[in-house]
């Protein structure tokens, strides 16, 4: 059993396209986040969710939305694509609410590509 | 600014050796950290933690060394194996935050 999903593994998309990425985990974690590998190979926290409310939102334009519909799921959706956006995104989860050494699992990632 | 650094990007050893990868940070408020294994086209993986209370922690074939006076960790693998050959991130957290601060990965290449 997958235990953190996300759909699709790959994206290729024009500029200006408005596109979105899945995520689902099936283990009944409270937490959830989305991380971006950039061409340099950081893994940068973009936003985390904690039952379903927002609670971290780093510095991320606005064209990024995500949206939690229940705390098994975290989407991202992303408006006006930009050549910039193009990188691999990971999402993830962690069991303990508030907890800050919880293990976060990571999902298999999306490798977004705009063209 | 990189709060958490692997200056290392790529280390080679030979099957059966020692592994040793390092990593430094910058922020005093870190006060938990972990080490990640990446493979190609898959997510990273949770291999081994440590909080700042302790200097060292073993699982196995992976220990995990803490120097909080020089904001250094290091990751020893022994013995290594070709199948630990992927890519290690380093990791920390503070108390403040539910979000890991990555290093930019070392890749290990162990060698039959």
């Known amino acids: 059993d997958t235990a953190v999903s996300q759909t699709p593994k790959y994206l290729v998309t024009q500029m200006g396209n408005d596109k979105s990425i899945k995520c689902e985990q099936n283990l009944g974690h409270d937490t959830m986040y989305w991380y971006k590998q950039d061409s340099k190979k950081f893994l940068k926290i973009m936003f985390s969710?904690?039952?379903?409310?927002?609670?971290i939102n780093e510095t991320v334009p606005n064209r990024f939305s995500p949206k939690s519909p229940d705390k098994a799921h975290l989407n991202l959706h992303i408006n006006s694509l930009e050549l910039g956006d193009s990188a691999v995104y990971f999402c993830a989860s962690s069991q303990l609410a508030g907890g800050h050494t919880d293990t976060q699992y990571f999902g298999p990632g999306t490798r977004l590509t705009v063209l | 600014d990189q709060q958490v650094k692997q200056n290392s990007p790529s280390l080679s050893v030979q099957e059966g050796r020692i592994s040793i990868l390092n990593c430094d940070y910058t922020?005093?408020?870190?006060?938990?950290f972990l080490w990640y294994k990446k493979y190609p086209a898959e997510g990273p993986t949770f291999l081994i933690s440590?909080?700042?209370?302790?200097d060292k922690n073993e699982d196995g074939r992976f220990t995990v060394f803490l120097n909080k006076s020089a904001k250094h960790l290091s990751l020893h693998i022994v013995p290594s194996q070709p199948g630990d050959s992927a890519v290690y991130f380093c990791a920390a957290s503070d108390t403040g935050r539910r979000a890991l601060t990555f290093g930019s990965g070392t890749r290990l290449q162990v060698q039959p």
């Open positions: 969710y904690n039952n379903k409310e927002l609670i």
């Open positions: 440590i909080s700042s209370i302790k």
């Open positions: 922020n005093s408020m870190f006060d938990y």
